[in-house]
């Protein structure tokens, strides 16, 4: 029956239907000629990059490069000096009005916003609450979930991530690939449809770096989420990846498929990182 609803009234609103048309074949993530400065540093440079929905892509580059500037203004944490992001076919931070972008209010802003969620390097989790306490606190606040919905949901959550036992447990009680951990369970409550992941094993000694990208594997696999993930993980990118994308001077430099990418590199700069790498190692 709610088929059918939805069938009439695309039926009689047909721009209702052109749009969520829109909506269904649009990247699930797009950056139109997004520019970040700051000062007279520029760190993202007319950027344009397409993401599909449930593409898996990793973003790689030096450091200073705007891998994590990408992140960040895609969460809106940082202000876009210039360009435009669109979210399912939706402006981020700016909104139509009499067919002309205009600066998005702060409702439209959450409302886009709420489709995306963040796992950080540092955790950011709150150390004077539990590894469930920090998993429903967004629901319950943000969702307006009850507090009885939102502890199922953050107890499968971190049963999901191998955490059943350590529910009660405070950030300063688990490692910190558990804390790791408790932030992408914290991060999928809120049931985003796009996953930033901004070098979150890059703190972590290898073996609880392994716990972590365990996890992001599984989510992967199973879960329908697109994901850009910075990394300095290469092997986890060749394997992982659908797409690698390398970041030099705030400009995509050169992109492919991982095996492509890391086996015939079409860039000098491109093969001077992946040198520079490799010899690292």
Excluded: W
Excluded at 14 to 29: E, I, K, R, S
Excluded at 189 to 194: D, I, N
Excluded at 196 to 206: G, I, K, M, R, Y
Aim: proline content about 5%; hydrophobic content about 40%.
């Amino acid at each position: 029956m709610e088929l059918k609803e939805k069938q009439m009234k695309r039926d009689l609103d047909p721009a209702l239907g052109a749009a969520a048309d829109a909506a269904a074949t649009a990247p699930m993530v797009r950056f139109k000629g997004v520019t970040k400065r700051y000062g007279a540093l520029t760190v993202l440079d007319e950027l344009n990059l397409d993401v599909a929905r449930n593409e898996k892509v990793a973003i790689i580059g030096p450091s200073g490069s705007g891998k994590s500037t990408l992140l960040r203004v895609l969460m809106t944490l940082d202000p876009l000096t210039d360009g435009v992001i669109e979210v399912e076919g939706e402006p981020l931070t700016h909104q139509l009005r009499n067919g002309v972008l205009v600066p998005a209010s702060e409702r439209h802003v959450r409302k886009v916003r709420s489709k995306i969620g963040m796992v950080f390097q540092s955790f950011n989790l709150f150390p004077h609450m539990t590894a469930l306490a920090n998993t429903i606190e967004a629901p319950m606040r943000v969702l307006g979930m009850s507090k009885k919905d939102a502890t199922e949901r953050g107890r499968d959550l971190l049963s999901m991530v191998g955490l059943a036992d350590k529910c009660n447990h405070f950030p300063s009680q688990l490692s910190g690939g558990q804390q790791q951990r408790v932030a992408i369970a914290r991060a999928l409550a809120m049931r985003p449809k796009v996953m930033l992941f901004d070098e979150v094993t890059s703190a972590l000694d290898p073996e609880l770096c392994g716990e972590v990208l365990n996890v992001i594997r599984k989510l992967g696999h199973e879960h329908n989420l697109t994901m850009l993930m910075v990394t300095h993980q290469m092997g986890f990118a060749k394997e992982f990846a659908d797409r690698v994308c390398f970041f030099s001077q705030g400009k995509i430099v050169e992109q492919a498929p991982p095996q492509q990418f890391f086996s015939a590199p079409q860039h000098e700069r491109t093969r001077q990182f992946l040198r520079a790498v490799t010899e690292a190692m």
